[in-house]
């Protein structure tokens, strides 16, 4: 069991902040049960690391043969974080029985999308192949080709649909990209440690939380948000218990005004609680391997009661009653979401876990111990000195950074994600 932020008040003081792009944010200081911290209610999500893709969803394929054009239905589901993902669609669009089926799987690297599939209707024994590109607005197009009655090709692109860009941000030691230790209690530690095992890429490490034998011990790492609960449509992460215990894991944490904030006021978070998703009480957590939650559809606890209108939530002290995003959403419609992030304790003596990709509304955090060069051009104008190696070594210059990555990225491949 977690018990989180049992007690807390908002102070009166509503300062203005501002960021590198010149926003001004409005921010609130927090005082929780023993800790505090600044919960800045704006947050620039900028410096992404890397951009990739979702393409889970429904299509329609524009399938070019000789001048003519043939659509296709499409559904693409199950992408995993390496971006692999399986495929099925039939000709013709919108029927509700195909005269050609399809089915097969296809990963997405990049803006580039690979695509196998085999015939299971129709022209039976055809197998066919699909490379694709993704433009800025989520459209595929590209090339296919397949064995039927010798070799076809021809061109295709999406017509309804499109890919969903997701942004990853890298959060290392140096860079922690906006999260803190915020309520992290004595007995309780935070770092990003090496683990080749790690989901996602890169993946040379994720991020670790630590209690000892103390039940008061507490370990969290927190990220400032603003962001109706309305408008929250994706909440994952990746877990691995290192413990004992059958039920370790971090929990994702959610906290939020229920009310919505009204500055004007003393405290100006209404309704404050925080939403608690626990992997034990979702499905069987596993020991020494990595989980993927999605907290988006799963159910979580609060921490505080409150009624107003159609908004009533009451305090599970870490169970039951349990509530999902949507029933949220749908009885809260003021609610706003303020922080978020991984916590264990306290209550959690003697956990050893792991915490990595985690996703707050399609933007994923990915915590590295160190910076791997993925080109050449990175090693220049010194950036060679805030990069490693894949074994977190440091370089010694700039040819010795640009030398690795000619014989380990160029040559062998050192990022691509584990088989």
């Given amino acids: 069991m977690q018990l989180h932020y049992k007690k807390s008040t908002l102070s009166k ?11 001004a944010l409005m921010a609130i200081s927090l005082s929780i049960s023993g800790g505090s911290g600044l919960a800045l209610l704006a947050v620039n999500s900028a410096n992404a690391d890397s951009v990739s893709w979702n ?92 064995n039927y009655n010798g070799t076809r090709n021809g061109t295709w692109t999406t017509v309804k649909s499109s890919a969903k860009q997701i942004s990853q941000i890298l959060v290392t030691p140096s860079n922690p990209q906006g999260w803190t ?68 894991d971090a929990s994702y944490q959610l906290p939020v005004c229920l009310g919505g904030i009204n500055l004007s006021l003393p405290d100006p978070c209404i309704g404050f609680t925080t939403f608690v998703y626990e992997p034990y009480e979702n499905d069987s957590v596993a020991s ?18 409150y009624n107003q209108a159609s908004c009533s939530v009451t305090d ?4 039951a009653p349990f509530y999902t995003l949507s029933e949220l959403q749908n009885s809260c419609p003021h609610a706003v979401v303020f922080r978020f992030g991984v916590n264990i304790g306290t209550y959690n003596p003697s956990y050893n876990v792991e915490a990595d990709l985690v996703d707050f509304n399609g933007t994923t955090y990915n915590f590295e111990p160190y910076v791997v060069p993925t080109n050449k051009n990175e090693c220049k104008n010194d950036g060679w000195q805030n990069l490693s190696s894949s074994d977190g070594k440091s370089f010694k210059n700039k040819g010795n950074c640009v030398s690795w990555v000619e014989h380990d990225v160029l040559n062998h491949g050192m990022l691509s994600n584990k088989p």
């Fill in 13 to 23: 003081g509503v300062q203005k902040l501002k960021t590198r792009a010149g926003l």
């Fill in 55 to 146: 393409l889970n969803g429904a299509y329609t394929f524009n399938f070019e043969l000789n001048g003519s054009f043939y659509l296709h239905d499409a559904t693409i589901s199950g992408q995993d974080n390496s971006g692999n993902f399986t495929i099925s669609g039939g000709y013709p669009a919108g029927s509700s029985t195909y005269l050609d089926a399809w089915k097969g799987t296809g990963s997405v690297s990049g803006n580039t999308v690979t695509i196998g599939v085999n015939y299971t209707a129709g022209a039976l024994g055809t197998h066919m192949e699909m490379t694709g590109t993704i433009d800025s607005t989520g459209t595929i197009s590209g090339n296919w080709s397949d």
């Fill in 181 to 248: 230790t915020n309520d992290t209690q004595s007995g309780g530690t935070v770092n990003i440690i090496p683990d080749n095992s790690a989901p996602g890429m890169p993946h040379y490490g994720a991020l670790s939380l630590v209690t000892d034998s103390k039940t008061s011990a507490k370990a969290q790492y927190m990220h400032a948000a603003d962001l109706p609960l309305s408008n929250v449509s994706e909440l994952s992460y990746w877990t691995k218990n290192n413990s004992t215990s059958g039920i370790a």
């Fill in 288 to 305: 020494g391997t990595w989980q993927n939650w999605n907290v988006a559809t799963g159910r979580m606890w609060s921490t505080q009661t």
């Fill in 316 to 319: 599970g002290s870490g169970g």
